[in-house]
């Protein structure tokens, strides 16, 4: 870990990082894999810390904030407790003021199996449960948006029903550990109708379980997409990798707009987020992130940049123009800040180049045999050249408009990939994945056409192709 100086001739407060530390600190003594989460189900007034590893919730309201100076507390290390507790956080040297909640898990980890997923029936079981456990979100979070909502229907044709009831209701295991995890809920029925009621639904205690079960569900569903998207291969069949794809169609709609990986900010600006609410702004506390942990500096900032542009000059545009495309319409982005707007600017040039290479030529080829690499990896490449300049934009030009167009960007993006990785191939051809696979489909429909009395009489009977024609004389 590097030793920065604060500002004013002072060190990081010694007392504040051992509370930071023990805050983010499992009983068994295991750091949190913490990110911040953002997007459906997240409260605005809130900053919600999520541990991807645990599941616990570290829940930060800012009631006032000081800038600029560095924080001490009364509360000490000692005073925290990892099963759980409510910390008023108010600071000795200023107004600045939190309170934080830790949560710990529910225990809705379970409703589903951990990967690796190495059979056909596995990983459909988990695609199937993956539909149940989107109906249970989507349940729960239709008792958020209403906070006076006693019931919802478990059936789908109910009035009020929510998506995939259907399939919640079918499956016992996910209600039943539901039930048995949050208290707060109950099964009952209105006028005859199944339903999933909830108990005392303005209650503080009540709400806060609420949220805490939706956060666990949907970072599950986010779990479990990003596996299979890195994992494709355990996708072992045509039929699982287009259920897996409509489902990613599904979830972008709403629960998971913009893609798994929206959901949260990545754990490096999760961490300096969270230690500026606690500690003091980043640029006044010591270093206390992850060892080996790469910081972009302003001059990799600019080189990031730089590169940006010239990959856009030098190969996109090029290829486009040579695929007949009206390039006038599409302005290189300008690394010439002249105000607090040119970020925003050069994000929003940048993604519209991309945008028409995605839709020309980028997403064929990397579902096509030419990219070696596989569609999976191919859609992790497009990913990475789409985000790429953006930590650099932070650096250098930050804005509310440069964090808009970043976030409108990164909700327009998956909804591309997973509709393409659904559809057929360019040719109208349904051919499968794997190589393999295609060759022993073409030989079983040989087989198959084979075995029918005509077609192997019509083409036993077909004559000999000719023999090819000497070359002319003079012909090379």
């Excluded at 809130?46 to 590893?53: G, H, Q, S, T, V």
């Excluded at 995890?181 to 999933?196: A, E, W, Y």
């Excluded at 990003?226 to 489902?247: A, P, Y």
Aim: charged share 20%; proline share 7%.
């Amino acid at each position: 870990m590097s030793d920065r100086k604060a500002t004013h001739g002072q060190e990081a407060l010694p007392s504040t990082e051992a509370l930071l530390n023990k805050l983010c600190t499992a009983d068994t003594g295991e750091y949190y894999m913490l990110v911040k989460l953002r997007g459906a189900g997240v409260p605005p007034e809130l900053d919600l810390y999520f541990c991807k590893n645990k599941f616990a919730v570290l829940q930060v309201r800012v009631k006032k904030v000081v800038p600029g100076v560095l924080h001490e507390y009364s509360v000490g290390p000692s005073e925290i407790k990892p099963t759980g507790g409510v910390y008023e956080l108010r600071s000795l040297r200023s107004e600045h003021d939190l309170q934080i909640k830790v949560q710990p898990p529910l225990g809705l980890l379970q409703l589903v199996k951990p990967p690796p997923y190495n059979t056909v029936q596995e990983v459909e079981g988990m695609l199937r449960k993956l539909y149940a456990v989107t109906g249970l979100y989507y349940l729960l979070h239709a008792f958020q948006r209403d906070p006076t909502r006693e019931s919802v229907p478990l059936v789908a044709t109910a009035p009020g029903a929510t998506r995939h009831a259907c399939r919640l209701a079918g499956d016992a295991e996910v209600l039943e550990l539901l039930l048995a995890k949050c208290q707060v809920f109950t099964r009952g029925q209105d006028n005859g109708t199944p339903s999933l009621k909830i108990l005392d639904c303005a209650k503080p205690r009540t709400r806060g379980m609420l949220l805490k079960a939706i956060l666990e569900v949907k970072m599950l569903l986010v779990i479990v997409v990003e596996h299979f998207l890195d994992n494709e291969g355990q996708l072992q069949t045509q039929r699982n990798l287009q259920e897996f794809h409509n489902f990613l169609i599904e979830i972008h709609e709403d629960c998971c707009a913009g893609g798994a990986s929206a959901q949260y900010l990545p754990p490096n600006e999760t961490w300096e987020q969270l230690k500026a609410d606690v500690c003091g702004p980043s640029s006044a506390v010591r270093d206390t992130s992850v060892p080996g942990e790469v910081k972009l500096s302003t001059k990799d900032a600019w080189k990031v940049l730089q590169e940006c542009v010239a990959n856009l000059r030098d190969q996109v545009v090029p290829k486009l123009q040579g695929l007949g495309q009206d390039t006038a319409d599409l302005p290189l982005p300008s690394a010439d800040f002249a105000s607090a707007a040119g970020g925003a600017e050069f994000k929003l040039r940048y993604a519209r180049i991309w945008r028409r290479a995605i839709d020309s030529y980028l997403l064929d080829l990397v579902h096509s045999g030419q990219y070696q690499k596989g569609p999976a990896q191919g859609r992790g490449m497009i990913r990475n050249q789409w985000s790429r300049p953006d930590a650099a934009l932070r650096l250098l030009c930050p804005s509310v408009a440069l964090e808009k167009a970043i976030g409108d960007a990164a909700e327009e993006l998956e909804p591309i990939l997973a509709a393409r990785a659904a559809r057929p191939n360019p040719g109208g051809a349904a051919g499968l994945v794997n190589v393999g696979e295609n060759l022993c489909a073409a030989n079983a429909l040989l087989q198959m056409l084979f075995s029918a009395r005509p077609f192997r009489e019509a083409v036993l009977a077909a004559p000999d192709a000719p023999p090819d024609a000497p070359p002319e004389a003079g012909v090379a």
